[in-house]
């Protein structure tokens, strides 16, 4: 079975401008969270999506949204970057929400800001 | 509030010898779930182990074990007769009954030298 898959795998973007990442989960997982991962704040929960609903939100602002589609798949999107926006991008898809399913993570989507 | 504190920023050790990783936790909640997680330098979360806060049997798979304690709120991890493979950043994590998302300690780096 084939694991979470995120694309682009880099990303080189300028301040001011929007991004938009896309997940794939894992076939049969319904359930999406996305994490930024940077050297100083670390792993941080961005926002987890189930059915198409956003059913959790991390402490960050408005300018990160995310959707998530009928075939599960999600896609995070980044307006108006800045440069604390370059981070690791991580993707992480369960079957179910809460319970004791376990989140599997894709291989991330590395963003830099210029 | 929930946290995750991995008091070793890095770790190195000589081939062969054994390792733990420590792992403290902090909740008020009396269900919850304790994950390890291995991200080697390509960036991908790979997934070790979940534990139930119900179920305190320490676990071992091949030359990882597990040591899980809530008297102490502790989960702690021990790599046995290590080797360069095992060189990454480990990631203890908690997540709550019925919620999704991780709260992940800062990680270990470890480094296993030939």
């Known amino acids: 079975k084939a694991g979470v898959t995120q694309t682009p795998r880099y990303l080189i973007k300028t301040r001011g401008q929007q991004v938009t990442l896309s997940c794939s989960p894992i076939s049969g997982h319904r359930s999406v969270s996305w994490y930024q991962q940077t050297p100083g704040q670390g792993l941080q929960f961005l926002f987890e999506y189930f059915s198409e609903t956003q059913r959790n939100k991390g402490n960050f602002p408005g300018r990160f949204s995310g959707r998530q589609f009928s075939n599960s798949r999600s896609e995070m999107n980044v307006s108006t970057l800045e440069l604390g926006d370059s981070a690791l991008y991580l993707c992480?898809?369960?079957?179910?929400?809460?319970?004791?399913?376990?989140?599997?993570f894709g291989p991330g989507t590395r963003l830099t800001v210029l | 509030a929930q946290k995750v504190t991995q008091a070793q920023t890095e770790i190195s050790v000589v081939e062969k010898e054994d390792v733990t990783l420590d792992c403290v936790y902090e909740?008020?909640?009396?269900?919850?779930?304790l994950f390890w997680y291995k991200q080697p330098p390509s960036g991908e979360l790979v997934f070790l182990i979940r534990?139930?806060?119900?179920?305190?049997q320490n676990e071992i798979s091949g030359r990882y074990s597990w040591n899980f304690q809530k008297s102490t709120s502790s989960f702690n991890f021990t790599i046995t007769a290590s080797q360069v493979v095992d060189s990454a950043v480990y990631f203890c994590a908690l997540r709550l009954a019925g919620a999704n998302n991780l709260f992940f300690g800062t990680g270990t780096r470890l480094t296993v030298i030939p």
């Open positions: 992480a898809s369960s079957l179910n929400p809460g319970g004791t399913d376990t989140q599997y």
């Open positions: 909740t008020r909640d009396t269900t919850y779930y």
């Open positions: 534990r139930n806060s119900f179920d305190e």
